[in-house]
């Protein structure tokens, strides 16, 4: 997505426009694979593979995408150590550690609810 610049900052963090920063935002790290990746990260910095670990299911391709989304969003630090190999690990920002609260609230919400989203899905699909 392109995203037209707009001259007022509110228009700019308007998640209800299409052309907006904040949709944008909003599209990059509402997903799967970026929530995830910021829980496992947690207070922690890990090298690739451990975070590979920390997330069963998640491909190796996916995991490189959604760390270079995550970087260029300034919501995870890469720091590349000059040794042979090389050693690169990944932390969360300022930023990503303040999104990390929500995402916890979030995580919360899913445990206490799961078993009611459950049973209404079964309800539902029978």
Same mark, same amino acid.
């Given at each position: ?13 308007? =998640? ?7 949709? $944008?935002?909003?599209?990059? *790290? ?15 910095? =890990? ?8 997330? $069963?299911? *998640? ?7 959604? =760390?270079?989304? =995550? ?17 690169? $690990? ?37």
């Amino acid at each position: 997505m392109v995203t037209k610049k707009l001259t007022d900052p509110a228009d700019e963090a308007d =998640l209800r426009r299409a052309d907006s920063l904040g949709r $944008e935002i909003f599209s990059d *790290i509402a997903n799967k694979w970026a929530l995830l990746i910021i829980e496992a990260l947690g207070e922690r910095t =890990l090298r690739f593979g451990e975070v590979r670990d920390e997330i $069963e299911g *998640i491909s190796h391709k996916m995991l490189t995408q959604n =760390l270079r989304m =995550l970087e260029r969003n300034g919501l995870v630090e890469r720091t590349v150590h000059p040794v042979v190999p090389p050693r690169v $690990e990944y932390t969360l920002t300022g930023p990503g550690q303040a999104l990390r609260v929500t995402i916890d609230g979030l995580c919360d919400w899913t445990h206490r609810y799961v078993g009611h989203i459950d049973a209404s899905r079964r309800r539902f699909d029978a």
